[in-house]
């Protein structure tokens, strides 16, 4: 999986409370280049999980020194990973910022601040499962590396969604990081 010309950045974000007015956020983004890596992250009281996750790759986006850089996106947000991928965010712009439902869009000012990005590299999405404990016995690889697959192609080899899952792992507890020092201040 390793190749030097292609960055890759594993990202997460969660949020302790979600639905309460009042609760902790935290993202952690991780940014690979080669033999290179660099663990950001960071916190945000009174926010939402999906915001997190946009934050994360908003801040590994920022980090970017190169322009038409090569880059594979890792994360476990399927709302995240499907605006890209599905492209939900041409019709919202060609819509005024509504959703289909004449609603407005969600995270605007997130979305509006992520999208410069899509036009100055060249990007590809994946779907990871977040949360794969790979020290127990019981998890089902070979289903996760199936579902894997399913959401990604079969580019990846076992090795590969080993390697990724490892990674998204980290990139969680480095959003876990983020909350516990906005519970520590």
Not at 14 to 21: I, K, L, P, R, V
Request: with cysteine; charged share 30%; glycine share 8%.
């Amino acid at each position: 999986m390793r190749n030097d010309r292609i960055l890759r950045i594993y990202t997460d974000g969660g949020c302790a409370g979600n639905q309460n007015s009042e609760n902790l956020g935290g993202w952690g983004a991780i940014l690979e280049f080669g033999e290179a890596c660099k663990e950001l992250y960071g916190s945000e009281a009174n926010t939402t999980n999906n915001r997190m996750e946009m934050t994360a790759l908003l801040e590994a986006f920022k980090a970017i020194k190169k322009e038409d850089q090569r880059i594979y996106v890792f994360s476990d947000s399927g709302y995240l990973m499907d605006c890209f991928r599905k492209k939900w965010y041409a019709n919202w712009q060609k819509n005024g910022w509504q959703t289909a439902s004449k609603k407005p869009v969600e995270n605007q000012d997130l979305w509006k601040r992520l999208l410069p990005y899509i036009n100055q590299h060249d990007i590809s999405f994946y779907r990871v499962k977040g949360h794969v404990n790979l020290a127990s016995k019981s998890t089902n690889f070979e289903k996760l590396y199936e579902k894997f697959v399913e959401w990604n192609g079969a580019e990846f080899s076992y090795e590969d969604f080993v390697y990724v899952t490892e990674k998204n792992n980290r990139a969680d507890e480095l959003a876990n990081m983020g909350i516990d020092q906005l519970r520590n201040d």
